[in-house]
């Protein structure tokens, strides 16, 4: 009988000295050793992107569930539990089986290096090989050309939603660069979903996906979506739909709802199935709203929101989502990786905050410190302090200003930690 998946989890961990090292070779060996199930999982959508990827498969599995279709489902990272990573025929991977796929591959693996993403990914692969179901949404880790899911030879379907700058110590110091990498999951003949992107990105796209024989169907050549009157347009060459708002707040959530909806409409979905992932989806730290636990129970008469972006366009998104909700001094609590451009995540949020709370996040040894969070935050322009923790900098500020809104915001493995700890 296997170890509990949490003890496997950690032992997977020392594998390889690095957390991350993009090449495809380990994962294509350890894929042949298990059988190659990645030939035989169901029909593939492919996400690749910067920004929105997360919340672009979240739409695509609410409109596929609604149409009667069994989805299997891959992520990263997690928030609170690794089994949120795996999602088999629509439900989260139950323990006993998560535990049984690790030791699996564990075994297969035969101690040689390999990234703990890469012998995780070969896991996932396995559950989607061995259930049946109708679609299988496939997330990248990071970049695309030679990250652990590049590996299948002809998806169903691509979609590269807003590629932004992000992780330039691994995919390149520019946005063509970068693109490029997202770009790497177009396969001959495949057609691809683009999302809004900027000219520079999109013309990287456009010239591999000539070489690869790839059709595009591009933000704005192809389709195109925007709010009209408290509604969702999108129009594509096959007509109009006039949907609701995406029930995931703000307005960049509109282009992501584009790209599922062009999706859905290329696979043959009816419009049924459209309006559902506009309004059916579901996706945590995703400006989401807390409504219980501890940090509700210390700030009662407040408005508290999560949220995980943690790039510039991340803070870009987030400035203008805050901005079109009804004014209120809004209050950031906010702990960010050393890897990341704190001063460009920011530096839009400067003119919606009231104050920042800088926190240190537990448990992670690339968090910037409190103070060094503040002295980023006083260089934007925003008056900031510190706090030991996010209830202590939630306390503090329910204390001195209730009827407030409070943002806890700047990295997923900060939220994901608010989420374990509220629950």
């Known amino acids: 009988m296997p170890q509990p998946s949490d003890e496997i989890l950690t032992r997977l961990m020392t594998l390889h000295p690095k957390i991350i090292d993009l090449t495809l070779d380990r994962v294509e060996r350890l894929l042949a050793a298990l059988g190659h199930p990645e030939a035989a999982i169901p029909p593939v959508i492919h996400i690749a992107g910067t920004n929105g990827k997360g ?33 088999i025929a629509g439900k989260i991977i139950p323990e006993p089986q998560l535990a049984a796929l690790l030791d699996e591959s564990e075994h297969a693996n035969l101690g040689q290096p390999i990234t703990f993403f890469e012998i995780t990914t070969c896991a996932a692969f396995l559950a989607f090989a061995r259930t049946p179901a109708d679609y299988t949404l496939l997330e990248v880790g990071l970049g695309g050309r030679l990250d652990a899911t590049n590996v299948l030879a002809r998806p169903a379907l691509c979609v590269i939603t807003p590629v932004s700058i992000d992780h330039q110590q691994y995919l390149g110091e520019t946005l063509p660069e970068i693109a490029g990498e997202k770009a790497g999951i177009l396969k001959r003949g495949v057609p691809c979903v683009v999302g809004p992107q900027a000219p520079d990105a999109l013309a990287v796209i456009e ?7 790839s059709p595009l169907l591009v933000h704005g050549q192809h389709w195109q979506t925007f709010e009209e009157r408290g509604r969702l347009i999108f129009q594509d060459e096959t007509g109009l739909l006039d949907l609701p708002l995406p029930n995931l707040p703000g307005p960049h959530q509109i282009e992501n709802a584009g790209a599922a909806i062009a999706a859905l409409r290329y696979l043959e979905f009816d419009t049924a199935a459209c309006e559902a992932a506009v309004s059916r989806a579901e996706w945590p730290a995703r400006m989401q709203r807390l409504t219980r636990g501890p940090l509700v129970e210390a700030a009662p008469q407040a408005e508290l929101w999560l949220d995980g972006g943690h790039n510039p366009a991340g803070g870009q998104a987030i400035a203008a989502t805050l901005a079109r909700m009804p004014r209120r001094p809004t ?6 990786l050393n890897t990341k451009d704190i001063a460009g995540y920011l530096r839009p949020l400067a003119a919606q905050a009231t104050t920042l709370t800088a926190v240190s996040i537990p448990g992670e040894p690339n968090t910037l410190s409190a103070a060094e969070t503040q002295a980023a935050a006083r260089a934007a322009g925003i008056a900031a ?4 923790s996010v209830l202590a900098a939630v306390q503090v500020i329910a204390a001195t200003e209730p009827r407030v809104r409070i943002l806890i915001c700047g990295s997923l493995y900060l939220a994901g930690g608010v989420l374990r700890e509220n629950s």
Do not use: C, W
């Open 331 to 336: 209050h950031l609590v906010v702990g960010m």
């Open 385 to 388: 302090n510190t706090a030991d």
């Open 55 to 87: 919340s672009t498969q979240a739409m695509l599995r609410a409109g596929m569930e609604a149409a009667g279709k069994a989805v299997h489902a891959y992520t990263s990272p997690h928030l609170a539990r690794f089994h949120e990573r795996i999602r």
């Open 207 to 213: 010239a591999r996906a000539a070489r690869l024989g």
